[in-house]
């Protein structure tokens, strides 16, 4: 079933102390709040921690990367039945900054996707065209090829408990969000192109938008049908702009 879902991506940012004092004052407003799920991704070496502060409330675990291994001699890399160890539960794969920063291409992520699966782990999977790419009207075919690797390995059934994530690379981190028609837009092609192989799936597919989601535009953004939730980096990392996107997202209704 779709539900509205909420990540806080930190990226590369946190500390011991932050989190004492940001998670703690987190639960602390989510409380009480019902009617959407709450992830929080902070780096990996701060995993741990923040699944001590969250284990007795509703809010849930993320994780930023896995590697394709499940273990060996692949130094540096973290694996998903470590992950799973830690009690994380989705985990953010095809990131635009591990593409261009880590030359992480669409079968690599594909692979990422698998490994996830079979540790039944929730992939997040995210996608998204360049500032050139869209101006060039090529934002449907780059999102319908980056999803299509996966597709042809391993068939519309694999994306069933699974999360997309768009993200136009022009609008992650710059303070310009895609508006909430272009989010639409997106969304509904992505259901689309997912339902011409499996509608089911494709019904119950949870789609996020990421890139610059404040406390400002996120009610307009969940008013759209077709957006299921938000992937958000650096609001996240401020608690009373984190919380006003959440009690947003918890207010959305689905028409059944
Ligand atoms: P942003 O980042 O909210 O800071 O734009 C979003 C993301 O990269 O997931």
């Known amino acids: ?34 009617g959407c799920k709450v992830v929080i991704a902070p780096p990996m070496v701060y995993l741990d921690q923040v699944k001590q502060v969250i284990c007795n409330t509703k809010l ?10 499940l273990s060996g001699a692949f130094t540096g890399e973290v694996s998903a039945s470590m992950l799973k160890d830690i009690g994380a539960r989705y985990i953010i794969i095809g990131h635009s900054e591990r593409r261009s920063l880590h030359s992480e291409d669409d079968q690599v992520i594909a692979k990422k996707f698998l490994v996830l699966k079979n540790k039944d782990l929730i992939p997040v999977l995210c996608i998204g065209e360049t500032a050139a790419e869209k101006m060039a009207g090529q934002t449907k075919t780059i999102c319908a090829r980056q999803i299509d690797v996966i597709l042809k390995l391993h068939g519309a059934e694999v994306f069933q408990n699974t999360v997309i994530a768009y993200e136009p690379i022009w609008a992650i981190g710059t303070g310009c969000a895609a508006t909430a028609e272009q989010i639409q837009t997106i969304h ?18 949870i789609i996020q938008y990421g890139g610059s989601v ?5 009610a307009e953004i969940f008013s759209q049908p077709d957006v299921d939730g938000v ?24 028409k059944i």
């Open 188 to 205: 509904t092609f992505i259901r689309d192109h997912i339902a011409q192989k499996d509608p089911k799936v494709a019904d119950q597919l």
């Open 60 to 69: 849930l675990l993320g994780a930023q990367n896995v590697d394709i291994n």
């Open 214 to 218: 404040t406390k400002n535009n996120a």
């Open 231 to 254: 992937l958000v980096g650096s609001a996240s990392l401020i608690l009373d702009s984190f919380i006003d996107i959440i009690k947003l997202a918890s207010t959305k209704k689905y």
């Open 1 to 34: 079933m779709r539900y509205p879902l909420i990540i806080g991506n930190w990226k590369l940012n946190g500390s011991k102390k932050f989190i004492d004092t940001f998670i703690v004052g987190l639960c602390r407003k989510f409380h009480g709040i019902e």
